[in-house]
């Protein structure tokens, strides 16, 4: 991939991994599915289905739509430049001037702090190279992790009986 770095450097990954950190770290909803493509949870490309009993419908007629072109899933990657513990410093940084400023509270923290290390790639150097698979491993150490406190189990439960997120 060709670089936008003037000299031909890499981009710098931080404004990236930062904004999806913010939404994700300060728990951003959506009310639209166009607010949602703004946050980045869906892309400009994905389908939008406006009327809720059309929903079944529009998701098979898009299943067997790339059924029909051959769809196959995308290989694994193995290659993802991440930034490392430096990438993690900053975000760290951000979740201490969101606790300092009472933005989020203690526990919003922890997540967020666990949240940065899978973003970054975890201990590893600045710009170094990790696989997906990797990567999916220190997501689901840090999901195992916060299933065991007692208030993000609260959190998942009042999450599934009211559909909004609890901020305890």
């Given at each position: 991939?060709?670089s936008?770095?003037?000299g031909?450097g890499?981009?710098?990954?931080?404004?990236?991994?930062?904004?999806a950190f913010?939404?994700?770290?300060?728990?951003?909803?959506s009310s639209s599915?166009r607010e949602?493509?703004?946050l980045?949870?869906l892309?400009?490309?994905d389908?939008?289905?406006?009327?809720?009993d059309?929903?079944i419908y529009?998701?098979?007629?898009?299943?067997?739509a790339l059924?029909?072109?051959?769809?196959r899933a995308?290989?694994?990657?193995?290659?993802?430049r991440v930034?490392?513990r430096?990438?993690r410093?900053i975000?760290?940084?951000?979740?201490?001037?969101?606790?300092?400023g009472?933005?989020?509270?203690?526990?919003?923290?922890?997540?967020?702090r666990?949240?940065?290390?899978?973003l970054t790639g975890?201990?590893?150097?600045?710009?170094?190279?990790?696989?997906?698979d990797?990567?999916l491993e220190l997501?689901?150490?840090?999901?195992?992790?916060?299933?065991?406190?007692?208030?993000?189990?609260a959190?998942?439960?009042h999450m599934?009986?009211?559909?909004?997120?609890?901020?305890?």
């Open positions: 991939m060709p936008t770095v003037p031909g890499k981009p710098d990954l931080i404004p990236y991994i930062a904004r913010e939404t994700v770290a300060m728990a951003k909803v599915a949602a493509q703004g980045g949870y892309n400009p490309s389908g939008i289905t406006m009327n809720y059309r929903l529009d998701a098979k007629d898009a299943v067997l059924a029909r072109r051959g769809y995308p290989r694994r990657k193995n290659e993802i930034p490392g430096t990438g410093a975000l760290e940084l951000m979740v201490y001037l969101l606790r300092e009472l933005y989020i509270s203690d526990h919003d923290a922890l997540i967020a666990r949240l940065a290390h899978v975890g201990d590893v150097d600045h710009n170094a190279l990790v696989t997906e990797y990567i997501e689901k150490e840090a999901f195992v992790s916060l299933c065991g406190e007692e208030k993000s189990r959190r998942m439960k599934l009986e009211t559909n909004r997120p609890l901020r305890n």
